[in-house]
């Protein structure tokens, strides 16, 4: 082979100085290289990496049926291994604009749970058709939207009950009556607290970026907006009786309420914090701050003030509505505090042992 | 209100695809027993009381004031459906416990709050209507529950509780929303129950507002219930149609 070529480059050789004597530079270099080129393309058959020769990428196509009627929507297809169930989801908002992302449910058989948006696709696959069955999962609202039109709500209905509309109470009643102090604190203290989880969902509360159907945002708003409606109504009422045990017990509760929303507050932050600089590898540590120390006896304590406020509200009020609603707040709050006390345990198990969930030694 | 076969769609032995297909263990041999046993009870304390009705009817010659002589049974047995709460609340019965729960207290409350706590009432001829409707209702449900557990239901008892529904609960129904009426004014003399401001906690409850808003809520809950119940009756009856065809 080699010898072949030989002639061949000189011939080449006696052409290029033909045409243009002038590159006696760079002559020698190309004439090399020249050379080299020559060699390699005429090696004939190299032993080639097989990887580079052979590799193609598969791509997955998949299949979305409808969960109730097994028909099909569309198919998604050229959907690359590596790509996760969100990227499938985007596509699919493409192809069919009235399913956004978020108000999609897949699931891989009919009656199976709904998959996480990060799952793999490759992981899905037996084959390189993907089936999915698709459920409407309902008009969607980010968290953000969730609480501040929960929070604003109580917040707007207790100032009308305060300033005591005509259509509510009667006027006479209204204008005759001398108000209580513990009235007008109540208010105060109320207004506080709604402002601060107004404040906090604003500016501290770092969200997942998640959504909740719409469902869940009335069901939320009308227990608290009921809620609030209901005992705003008794206390500014004229004929409210204030707390049996004078102002004792209503600067004991009015205290025992700031240090409650106070300790909320840092709680709120120290959790931000820790969700912000990411190291949620560990449970969150009580700070210098004496508001936080609740986290050495209680996994959830952001829970436990939150429950501590509303029962100061009820003793400073003496109100019964107050003190249903606070009973409710109470079962809600114990029940969230249980399941997350129980990913706790699994999580980080030794530090957590011997706290409890909500109310420290008792529960 | 709970009334007439309602619910039928969400309590036990009544599958027939009306829930998703999981699987489900149903009870344990003791459980069964224990549900035989209770629903035979119920069954015989609803005969005692039509057999109480139809014994005062014909003793007296005329059906108003009835009321008296099946006043004790009436209250006992309805009462005793309160147990079926902790079935479903144990498991042993595949319902909803809020279901059944919402059902045998709005019963219960008719039974004690009305019919029992404002005596006026108790002469009406309202209260028949919904003794009847009731006793028809609770007789077949109880038994058709009865059978199912034993495996040897008839389609003469299938039949009749998916189709006496029909008349019995608007009957039912009637009748109770009739005698909540005729309370109201009783309620709103003697102001029962209610407790008016000012006082120590601050609370207020108007009973006869209360009764206006029982009354209120039929309205959107007897027709979705009606309605539940003749799909029910459709899915129901049908698939044994097609059950005995294929036999």
């Known amino acids: 082979m080699h010898r072949r070529q030989k002639p061949g480059a000189l011939e080449h050789k006696r052409d290029l100085a033909a045409h243009g004597g002038a590159l006696s530079m760079s002559h020698n270099d190309t004439r090399s290289f020249f050379n080299f080129s020559q060699l390699v393309l005429s090696a004939g058959h190299l032993k080639s990496p097989p990887v580079l020769k052979h590799s193609k990428i598969t791509y997955f196509e998949v299949e979305i049926l409808d969960m109730q009627s097994k028909k099909q929507i569309c198919i998604v297809d050229k959907v690359p291994p590596s790509s996760t169930l969100l990227d499938v989801k985007h596509k699919f908002h493409k192809a069919c604009p009235q399913w956004y992302p978020s108000r999609v449910g897949l699931q891989l058989e009919r009656n199976g749970p709904y998959l996480k948006d990060s799952i793999n696709i490759q992981s899905l696959a037996v084959s390189s058709i993907i089936t999915l069955y698709f459920t409407d999962l309902g008009q969607q609202v980010g968290w953000t939207t969730f609480f501040l039109t929960e929070y604003t709500g109580p917040l707007l209905i207790y100032l009308l009950f305060y300033i005591r509309l005509s259509t509510i109470y009667d006027q006479v009643e209204s204008t005759k009556n001398f108000r209580h102090p513990v009235v007008h604190l109540a208010c105060f203290c109320h207004c506080l607290h709604y402002i601060r989880h107004l404040l906090e969902t604003l500016f501290v509360h770092k969200f997942s970026g998640g959504h909740t159907p719409l469902k869940n945002m009335i069901k939320g708003c009308a227990f608290y907006w009921g809620f609030t409606s209901w005992i705003a109504y008794y206390i500014n009422h004229p004929r409210y009786t204030p707390p049996s045990f004078g102002h004792r017990q209503v600067s004991f509760a009015a205290l025992a309420f700031l240090m409650c929303e106070a300790g909320n507050h840092f709680i709120n932050v120290t959790l931000a914090h820790q969700n912000h600089s990411g190291s949620k590898a560990c449970f969150p540590s009580p700070t210098y701050n004496p508001f936080t120390w609740l986290f050495l006896l209680v996994s959830c304590p952001n829970y436990t003030y939150e429950v501590g406020s509303w029962i100061s509200f009820t003793v400073m009020t003496q109100t019964l509505p107050v003190g249903i609603f606070a009973f409710l707040m109470v079962i809600q709050m114990s029940l969230w505090a249980q399941k997350k006390h129980k990913l706790y345990l699994k999580r980080f198990y030794p530090e957590v042992r011997r706290k409890a969930a909500m109310i420290p030694i008792i529960f | ?247």
Not at chain 2, 36 to 48: D, E, F, H, R, S
Not at chain 2, 161 to 174: A, E, H, K, N, W
């Open chain 2, 1 to 247: 209100m709970a009334a007439s076969g309602s619910g039928g769609g969400s309590r036990a032995d009544n599958g027939y695809g009306s829930q998703q297909p999981r699987r489900r263990k149903g009870p344990g041999a003791l459980a069964t027993a224990y549900l035989v046993i209770y629903n035979v009870v119920m069954t015989a304390g609803w005969l005692v009381i039509a057999v109480g009705l139809v014994r005062a009817y014909l003793a007296k010659g005329s059906y108003h004031s009835l009321y008296y002589s099946i006043e004790k049974p009436l209250k006992f047995f309805q009462t005793g459906a309160l147990l079926e709460i902790l079935h479903c609340a144990f498991g042993i019965v595949p319902s909803s416990v809020v279901l059944t729960a919402f059902q045998v207290m709005s019963r219960v409350f008719l039974t004690w709050a009305v019919t029992h706590s404002v005596k006026e009432v108790q002469t009406e001829d309202s209260v028949l209507l919904f003794v009847v409707a009731w006793t028809i209702t609770e007789i077949i449900r109880y038994s058709f529950y009865t059978f199912s557990l034993l495996n040897h239901l008839p389609y003469l008892i299938k039949w009749a509780r998916y189709t006496l529904f029909i008349i019995l609960y608007p009957m039912g129904v009637s009748g109770e929303l009739l005698t909540i009426y005729a309370a109201l004014p009783f309620v709103r003399q003697s102001g029962l129950y209610s407790i008016s401001l000012p006082n120590k906690y601050n609370f207020s409850f108007d009973y006869y507002t209360f009764l206006i808003l029982v009354m209120i809520s039929y309205i959107p809950i007897f027709p979705q219930l009606y309605f539940h119940m003749l799909h029910q009756r459709r899915k129901v009856l049908s698939h044994t149609e097609e059950h005995k065809k294929s036999e």
